[in-house]
T-cell receptor, first 114, second 112 residues
């Protein structure tokens, strides 16, 4: 089946720094990618939807200047957490869909902000 | 409003016993329904999905789910649970290829 890869799987950074997480579709063209956030022992909450070549659509309550999403190509979307703080520590998961309409999830990226 | 409710936060079953995880949804359009499993610190694995057709859906690892439109439910079942099934289970609803709304999750523990 189709594969969506996230990198890095784990990242630790200092408070105030920025962190970039990549989401790649390895064997299909992802016209749309979704970014979710999951706090420990909680469900996944959609942060934003990104379509290739256009600005991301953020869910209510998600700071777009804090969580920068770029979907510059049909195989890559990036989430940059700017000026990260400990409360940004979370598990971030992307999903991608292409022309078939099937949805595939990445393995997730765990961010820890010290 | 669109939502998914998993009434059971935590369920414990004995190995070999049957399992049913409940899921109720509220969705304005024709729902696409999914069940995912997540092991600690891992991503999501799709167990099964329902788009249309036969309302009893077979998935991987011996799981099945039944779509009941009248009850707005999509319960997950397994006739005999294995210790390796211990994990977090999420029900989700959405449009095909679109964003998903997830339930709160049900944590499954398996007793030997």
């Amino acid at each position: 089946g189709a594969v969506v890869s996230q990198h890095p799987s784990r990242v630790i950074c200092k408070s105030g720094t920025s962190v970039k997480i990549e989401c790649r579709s390895l064997d299909f063209q992802a016209t749309t990618m979704f970014w979710y956030r999951q706090f420990p022992k909680q469900s996944l909450m959609l942060m934003a939807t990104s379509n290739e070549g256009s600005k991301a659509t953020y869910e209510q309550g998600v700071e777009k200047d804090k969580f920068l999403i770029n979907h510059a190509s049909l195989t890559l979307s990036t989430l940059t957490v700017t000026s990260a703080h400990p409360e940004d520590s979370s598990f971030y998961i992307c999903s991608a869909t292409g022309n078939t309409g099937e949805l595939f999830f990445g393995e997730g990226s765990r961010l820890t902000v010290l | 409003a669109q939502s998914v409710t998993q009434p059971d936060i935590h369920i414990t079953v004995s190995e070999g016993a049957s399992l049913e995880l409940r899921c109720n949804y509220s969705y304005g359009a024709t729902p696409y329904l999914f069940w995912y499993v997540q092991s600690p610190g891992q991503g999501l694995q799709l167990l099964l999905k329902y788009f249309s057709g036969d309302t009893l859906v077979q998935g991987i690892k011996g799981f099945e789910a039944e779509f009941k439109r009248s009850q707005s439910s999509f319960n997950l079942r397994k006739p005999s649970v294995h210790w390796s099934d211990a994990a977090e289970y999420f029900c989700a609803v959405g449009a095909r290829g679109g964003k998903l709304i997830f339930g709160q999750g049900t944590e499954l523990s398996v007793k030997p």
